[in-house]
Every structure is written in C-alpha cells, then in structure tokens.
C-alpha cells in the first residue's frame, strides 16, 4: 500500500458522532469497526512484528497493589526494522484526518501521541485501574481473528463503572465494579477511550492456547504538557 491507498477509512471516522462518544457511561468510549480498511486491516495484522524483538514485562510491581500487567511490548520508534505499512499507518495517524477527529472527539489539538504494540500470552490479565494522568486517553487497535482466536479465551478491554466508589489509588477487583461492559475485540475493531477521575478498564486473565498471544497496537493520546516535553527529553517513553 502507498499514500494512494490510505489505510485509515476517512468515512469510518466521519460517520463516529461527537456526542455518542462523550455522552458514553460511565465515561466517553466508542469501540468502532472498520477505522482501518479490511485491505490494511490484513497487510497489518499479517505484517505484525516478530517476538523477537519485544521487549518482556513480567511480575512488573505496579502502584496502589495492582497485579502487574504481564506482556511482551514494543515501542514504535521511525527507524524500526518493520513492514512499511506500519510506517504509513503512524504517518497518517500523524496527518490531519486523524488528528482533527481525535480533536473532535476530546475538545483539545493540546495533545501528542505515541504508540506501543503488546502481545499477551496465557494467563496475563490487565488489572483493573485508571491511566496515568498524564495520558488523555488510548485508542487500542485489536488484531486477533476469529480464525485464530476463539472469543472464550478472552482478550477483550473491559470498560468498568465504579460509581464514583474507588480511589484511583486501589486496587479493585473485576467484581467490585457496579456495572461493566466488554469491547467486540475480534476482527478489524478498536477501543478509543477518554481518561477521566473515573475511567477504570482492564482485561480478564487469557485463557488461550500456551502457542497463541492477544495482540494490540496502541495509540497514547499524552497531554502536551511541560511534563511531557520533559519525559520525551530523557527518553522515557510516554505510554507507560
């Protein structure tokens, strides 16, 4: 594929209403299909990069007693020895489609992104929790199949609504929650969620085959802040 053939589909984005997205419970989400074309949808997802060069994170101790958030991850950096459409693809979520309807969606250009690939074996989880406040809000890319993934392994982000009950500094179980609900994260979907005091999600423990991993590109909306500007500085990577 080439800029003649762009990978995100414009029209997916347009037809996504400002105000379905911000007047979402129990915090702004949508969990669109389609933002990618079914043709970039497969080059990317047969083009993923190799295990090899992913980084482990195991047993990583997080804050507030949280389990830790087992993956292999990879940063996506421009001289990356990956498929050239994974380079189009952050040239164009860098470009002015993209960004506008981001714009559109959070009521704020005050922002820059970054992107990260995990890949989750069995028994990893993502614990319960609220993002980093310096993190806007994710847009989590889901590139398992039906084909290759059954739907009861699990691997979907789980959006949760605390009633206001939880300090973001706790570390709640998936069944304290008042209500949930669980993104579609099979075939050509995504999860684009705003960060708020309240905006708790997770992913249950994997059930897969030991030879299977989920697997998710993300992309960071950071906050441009002088924090951030600061952590770009000393290379800490900003989606962490």
Known sequence: MNSANPLIDQSRLDAISTASFREAVPYPWINPEGVLTEAAFELLRTNMPPLDVMKASFGRKRAHG???HDRYALEYRPDLDIHPAWHQ???????????????????TRRFRLSYHWHYAPRGASVSPHCDAKRKLGSHIFYFNTADEWDANWGGETVVLDDGGRFSRASAPDFDEFDRSWSAEAIGNRSLLFQRQGNSWHGVKTLNCPEDRLRKVFIIVVNADTLAGRLRRLFHKPDGY
């Open 66 to 68: 949280q389990k830790p």
């Open 89 to 107: 693809l952050v040239a164009e979520l860098n470009g002015p489609v993209y960004q506008r309807w981001l714009a559109r969606l959070f009521n």
